[in-house]
């Protein structure tokens, strides 16, 4: 349960980062509500999942998950363009998220 909440998290501050752009400074209700609305449920979700999951480990996947999402969100939807310094970056920061999750001790405890 604790990583379907991890995963919630995700989306969730993913959801809410997008909004951001559209609130305009918080000028704009209905995006600025969506903002408010997903980072209280994303950080809801995370404090639930560190019931059992070490915070440094879900805070690595949070974040790193979250930041390969929201740059693909912005590629898609708000025509922000990814290099290859971009695409390496998150292929490195994917990769770390796959050495955490099979190898790291801090998982197994």
């Known amino acids: 349960m604790e990583w ?6 995700i ?7 997008s909004a951001l752009k559209a609130s305009d400074g918080f000028s704009r209700l209905l995006p600025s509500l969506v903002v408010v609305g997903g980072y209280a449920i994303a950080f809801s979700a995370l404090s639930f999942s560190l019931k059992t999951i070490p915070v440094g480990i879900a ?24 290099d290859r310094a971009a695409l390496g970056g998150m292929a490195l920061i994917v990769m770390g998220v796959v050495v955490i999750n099979l190898f790291s001790d801090t998982m197994r405890r």
């Open 4 to 9: 379907l909440l991890l995963g919630v998290a």
């Open 11 to 17: 989306v969730a501050e993913v959801i809410a980062t």
């Open 59 to 82: 805070y690595a996947i949070w974040s790193g998950v979250g930041v390969v999402l929201i740059s693909l969100v912005a590629w898609l939807l708000m025509g922000q363009q990814l």
